[in-house]
C-alpha cells in the first residue's frame, strides 16, 4: 500500500521541525551532540509513538510512549532521566507554540 504524497511530505516537514526544536534544547542544556543526534532523537520519537498508538492506542499509549521516548533522550545525550524530562518538557513546550503559530504564518488559504 502506498502512503499518500501528503503523508510523507508531512512527516519530513514534521521530522525537520522536531529536529530543530530538539537540536536547540539540547543547546540549551550544554549538550555537545550535533544535529544528527537530534534528528535521531526525533525520529526514534516518531517510531515510539506511532508504534505505541498502533499496539495500544488511546491515553496509556501516549503516555507509554513518552517514557520510552524520555529512555531514548536519555540514552542519546548520555544524561539521567531527570535532565531528560527537563529536556522533554521544554521540547514539548517549543513544539506546542511553534504548532499554534506555523499553520497561522501563511495566512488563510
Do not use: Q
Amino acid at each position: 500500500m502506498a502512503l499518500p504524497m501528503e503523508v510523507l511530505i508531512g512527516f519530513i516537514i514534521s521530522l525537520a521541525i522536531s529536529t530543530i526544536i530538539i537540536y536547540i534544547v539540547s543547546k540549551m542544556f550544554e549538550e555537545k551532540e550535533g544535529v544528527g543526534t537530534a534528528l535521531l532523537a526525533a525520529f526514534i520519537g516518531s517510531v515510539i509513538y506511532a508504534l505505541s498508538y498502533y499496539f495500544i492506542g488511546g491515553l496509556l499509549a501516549s503516555v507509554i510512549g513518552g517514557i520510552g521516548w524520555l529512555v531514548a533522550i536519555s540514552a542519546l545525550y548520555n544524561t539521567g532521566l531527570l535532565k531528560s524530562l527537563g529536556m522533554a518538557i521544554l521540547i514539548w513546550v517549543f513544539a506546542a507554540v511553534i504548532s499554534f503559530f506555523l499553520p497561522t504564518l501563511v495566512g488563510p488559504l
